[in-house]
């Protein structure tokens, strides 16, 4: 198991994200807490990566979309 990026094993980062998170942020109802993707899901095994310009967005139904140009 790798360290991540904060020093953390990644079972951890899995298993008690919000508990983690919350230690240093108030986590309050309607806050959205994303990180990596499923296996086979980030483009990765397809050598799909981002590139300047593209555009990436996260969509929740009934709620709306973040969309952010890379650049």
Known sequence: MSASPLGVSGSLLR???QSYLSR???L???HVVTSGAFPGGCGLDA???IQTGDVVEMRID???ALV???G
């Open 24 to 26: 240093a942020q108030t």
């Open 62 to 64: 009934k709620l709306g």
């Open 15 to 17: 298993g008690n994200q």
């Open 68 to 70: 952010s140009k890379i």
């Open 28 to 30: 309050m109802p309607g």
């Open 47 to 49: 050598n799909l990566k």
